[in-house]
C-alpha cells in the first residue's frame, strides 16, 4: 500500500496539534468547571484589568529596575524600548493605585516630544498582553449563552430530564454540545467576568464556600468593584432575568445555558485591545438584536425581549486596555465622555449603560498638551488623567542601542562601519540638551557648571567624564552635583529632553545614507553628508529654529563637533592597527603609577616578587609619569596632587561598585598626555607611516616596500580587530589623514 501523500500527512499532524492545544488550554468549559478552576487559582480568576496588567510586567520579571517586557524577547517582530525605567516604573505605580482603590480612575496619558517612543511603550504592553494571555497564568475567561435544538431538551437524544427533576443526573450543561445541536449562541459582547453571573448579594457567600472565610476575607478587600459590585451587562441581565423566571427561579437550569470560554487578548483582531486613531470616532454604538435570524430560534421566553447588540471601540477594549494615539489631536468634545467613563467605569450607550473594566492609556505631544491645559475645562480632565512624561533620551550609550537593529538589517545588504550608531546618537543627544543656568547652583559650582561646554555636558551624562581643564578640587564639586545637573529642568515645561532630533528622524537619515548606491559602505562620512543636508531644512523642525546660545542648540556646528570627536576615535584606532605601540601600556602605566603614589602616601613599602624583599616604591616609575603629565614638582603641591588622584580612584570605585577600575575613563587627561608624549617621540616614524597610508588609498601610486607593508598591515588589522572592510578602512584611513594629518 502506497504511503499517504505528504500534504495530507502534514495537514493531520496540524490538526492533531491544533486539537491537543484546544483541550490543554481548556478553551471551553461548563460553568461547574469554572468554578473548580477558581477554586483552584482565585488569585488569577479573580482580577481586574488593572491588576492583570501588573501581574503581565511582573510575569515577564524585571532586571534591576527595568521591566523585561520592554526588551520585546517574546517577540520576534517587537522592537525593544531603550532606557526610559522611569516612565515604565511609573505607569507600573499608577496601575497599582488603581489596584489599591478598586477603579481604573484615570486615563494614563504619556506625553512627550515626537518620535520619543511613547507608542513603543504602548505597543510593548499591548504585545505583552497578548503573550501573557497564551500562558497558563495568563488564562483568563468570559461567556456565552447556548441555547440547544428542542430534540435536545425534550428528550429526542437521551436528555429528557433536561429541564426536569432528573437533571443533574442526565445533563448539567449545553457548554459543550456540538454546533449542530445548538439553536442560538449569544456572546457577551464585551466578554464580562463569568463572576457576574452569582447574584452580587450572594457574590461573597459563594467565594466563602469555595474559598472559605479567611481566604475569602483576605481577597474580597483587594477584588476591583467591577467584581464585588459589578452587574450583567443590560442584554445579558435580560436573559438571564428571562431564564430564571422560566425555570421557577432555579439557578442552576440557567447556568446550563451557560458556556465558559477562554479568550486571547490581540490587538489585530480587537479582542481586548483597541487603538483608537485620532480621525477614529470614539464612542459604543448599540444596534437592536431582532434583525438576527438567530433571535427566531429562541426559546419562545426570550422572544419576546427587545435584545441589543453593543459595539465599538470602548465594547472591543473591554477587559483589556484602549490607547488613544494622539489623543489630544481631536476635538476635546469627541473625548469628554471618558470623564464619566474614568470616574464611574461606564457609559450609556443608547438605553443601556455598559459597564467597563478597562485601562485606558493615551499619547500626546508637547504642543498638544499645551494648548490643552489652556482649555477652560482643563481642571476637570487634570483630575482623571495621570501624566507620564516621555522625554528624548540624554545619553549616548543608550540612544545608540536604538539603531543597533537598523544596522543589523542594513548589514544584510550593505557593510556598516563601526560608529555609525555612535555618531547617529551623539549628534542627536548634542542638539536635546540645554546650558545649565548657574543661578541654579551654589557659588561654589556655579561657575564650573555654566562653563561646561555641550560635549563635556553630553560626555558628563553618558559616562561621568570631567572637563580635562578642571582641577582636583572642581572635579571633585562637579562629580557630587552631578545628580543636580541632571535634574536642573525637571521640573520645568521646557524640561531638557523635549526638544531635538528624535530617533525617528535619525533612523531616517540612516537609511538614506544605506541606500545611496554610489557607496558600497555605510560610514559616519555618509551620516555627515546627510546630515549637512538636513539641518538647511530649518523651517521644517522647532529644534533647528531655537537661538544659539553659548554653543548650545547649534545643530550645525554640533556636525563638526560630532566630526571631531569621531576623528579621535578613529586616530587612536589607526595607530593601534599600525602597531606602533600597545595603548593598553598607557592603561598599566597609569595602574602602576597610582598603586606607587599610593606606597608613597602611606609610607609602605612593597614585596618583591622575586627575591620576596621588602623594597620602597618606584620612584623612578613616579617621576617620569609625573614629568610627562606635567604635574606639580613642589613637595606640598605634588602631595596633594597625589591626594587627589587617590580620591578620584575611590570615587569612580563607589560609583561603579563591583567594576575594575578603568584608568583611561578615570583620567582622560592623562591618557590624552601620554598619547601626545609617544606621538611626540615617534614623530618623525608615524609621519612615514601616514604617508604610506595615504599612499595606501591610491592605488596608482607605486609605494616602497615597508610603506606597503606598514599599509597593508594597518588595513588588515582594521579589518581583523575592528570590523573594518578594506573599502570602509581605506575611507576612514583616507578621512583622518586629509583632516588631521
Known sequence: MSSPRPGIEALGFVENQVKKEFEANRRILTFEEYVQILGETPDRGLRGSARYMVDMMDHFGRDGNRFRLFDQAFDPGGRRVVDHEEVQNEIYRTLQGFVRQGINNKLILLHGPNGSAKTSMVHAIMAGLEKYSESPEGAVYTFNWIFPLDKITKGSMGLGAAYGTGIREAATSFAKLPDEDIQARIPCETRDHPLLLIPVELRRAFLEKILGSAKTEALWNELPLSLTRGNLQHRDRLIFDALLASHGGDLHKVLMHVQIERFYFSRRYRRGLVTVEPQMHVDAQWQQLTMNRSIGSLPPSLQGLN?????????????????????????????????????????????????????????????????????????????????????????????????????????????????????????????????????????????????????????????????????????????????????????????????????????????????????????????????????????????????????????????????????????????????????????????????????????????????????????????????????????????????????????WSLDHPNEPVVYARVFPEFWAKLEKHYYESQKSLLTRMHNALVVHGTPDVQMNEEGARLARQTVENMCKNLGYTEDSAREVITFLMRSRY
Open 307 to 651: 435584545l441589543f447588540s453593543l459595539s465599538g471601540d470602548l465594547v472591543d477594549g473591554n477587559r483589556g486596555m484602549i490607547e488613544f494615539s494622539d489623543l489630544l489631536k481631536r476635538p476635546i468634545d469627541s473625548y469628554k465622555y471618558l470623564l464619566i467613563v474614568c470616574e464611574t467605569n461606564s457609559v450609556n450607550v443608547g438605553h443601556a449603560i455598559a459597564h467597563m473594566d478597562t485601562v485606558f492609556l493615551g499619547s500626546t505631544n508637547e504642543l498638544q498638551l499645551d494648548a490643552f491645559k489652556e482649555f477652560p475645562d482643563f481642571n476637570s480632565f487634570k483630575a482623571r488623567i495621570q501624566l507620564i512624561r516621555v522625554p528624548y533620551l540624554l545619553e549616548v550609550s543608550e540612544e545608540r542601542k536604538i539603531y543597533q537593529p537598523d544596522i543589523a538589517q542594513i548589514s544584510r545588504d550593505k557593510h556598516v562601519a563601526p560608529h555609525v550608531d555612535w555618531t547617529l546618537a551623539l549628534w542627536a543627544v548634542l542638539t536635546r540638551i540645554k546650558k545649565p543656568n548657574g543661578i541654579n547652583y551654589p557659588p561654589s559650582i556655579s561657575s564650573i557648571v555654566s562653563n561646561l561646554s555641550p560635549i563635556e555636558k553630553v560626555r558628563l551624562y553618558d559616562t561621568g567624564e570631567l572637563p580635562q581643564a578642571l582641577n582636583a578640587e572642581e572635579r571633585k564639586l562637579l562629580r557630587s552635583s552631578l545628580k543636580k545637573v541632571r535634574e536642573e529642568y525637571v521640573n520645568i515645561p521646557y524640561y531638557e529632553g523635549r526638544m531635538g532630533a528624535s530617533a525617528r528622524e535619525m533612523r531616517s537619515l540612516l537609511f538614506s545614507a544605506a541606500t545611496n548606491p554610489d557607496s558600497r559602505t555605510v560610514t559616519p562620512l555618509a551620516l555627515f553628508r546627510e546630515l549637512e543636508d538636513f539641518v538647511k531644512h530649518v523651517s521644517e523642525y522647532e529644534f533647528l529654529k531655537q537661538d544659539v546660545k553659548d554653543g548650545y542648540h547649534d545643530a550645525v556646528e554640533f556636525i563638526n563637533t560630532v566630526k571631531n570627536e569621531y576623528l579621535t576615535r578613529i586616530d587612536r584606532e589607526v595607530r593601534d592597527s599600525i602597531g606602533l605601540y600597545d595603548s593598553a601600556q598607557w592603561e598599566d602605566f597609569l595602574r602602576k603609577y597610582v598603586g606607587q603614589i599610593s606606597l608613597v602616601l602611606k609610607k609602605e613599602k612593597q614585596k618583591n616578587v622575586i627575591t620576596g624583599r621588602m623594597e620602597d616604591p618606584d620612584f623612578a616609575l613616579i617621576a617620569e609619569f609625573e614629568k610627562i603629565i606635567d604635574a606639580p614638582t613642589e613637595p606640598a603641591p605634588k602631595d596633594s596632587f597625589r591626594q587627589g588622584i587617590i580620591s578620584q580612584v575611590g570615587a
